[in-house]
Nanobody, 126 residues
Framework: QVQLVESGGGLVQAGDSLRLSCAPSGRTISSYAMGWFRQAPGKEREFVATITRSGGSTHYSDSVKGRFTISRDNAKNTVYLQMNSLKAEDTAVYYC???????????????????WGQGTQVTVSS
C-alpha cells in the first residue's frame, strides 16, 4: 500500500503561483509514473499533468499547458506541480496519484492509477 501526501495548496490571487508537493510514505517514487488530477465542485475529476517513471516525458491538459510544470526528484522522493499564472478556473482540490509502471509509460486516465493522496485545496480569487 502506498500512501501519498500532498501539500502546498492555499488561497492565492489570479496571476499568482503555487507549488504543490507529493510524497509517498513507505515507498520510493522511482518505480512509479506520477500524475496530478483536480476536481472542482460539481465537476468530474480531470487530468492535469503526468510524468513518466523515467522523468523524461511529461504531458499536460490543454487548460494548463504552458502554465504548469510537473517534475520529480527521486532523491527527495517527491513530485512537484509548479503552477504559474493561476486563474480562477484552476480552483479545485488537487490530487496526486501513482502507478507502478515501465520507464516510459504515459498515463493520463485517472482510472489507470492505483494510489491517490487525500487532496489539497487550491483556491484562486479573481
Amino acid at each position: 500500500q502506498v500512501q501519498l501526501v500532498e501539500s502546498g495548496g492555499g488561497l492565492v490571487q489570479a496571476g499568482d503561483s503555487l507549488r504543490l508537493s507529493c510524497a509517498p510514505s513507505g515507498r520510493t517514487i522511482s518505480s512509479y509514473a506520477m500524475g496530478w488530477f483536480r476536481q472542482a465542485p460539481g465537476k468530474e475529476r480531470e487530468f492535469v499533468a503526468t510524468i513518466t517513471r523515467s522523468g523524461g516525458s511529461t504531458h499536460y491538459s490543454d487548460s494548463v499547458k504552458g502554465r504548469f510544470t510537473i517534475s520529480r526528484d527521486n532523491a527527495k522522493n517527491t513530485v512537484y506541480l509548479q503552477m504559474n499564472s493561476l486563474k480562477a478556473e484552476d480552483t479545485a482540490v488537487y490530487y496526486c496519484a501513482s502507478k507502478e509502471s515501465y520507464l516510459f509509460t504515459v498515463l493520463t486516465d485517472w482510472a489507470a492509477y492505483d494510489y491517490w493522496g487525500q487532496g489539497t485545496q487550491v483556491t484562486v480569487s479573481s
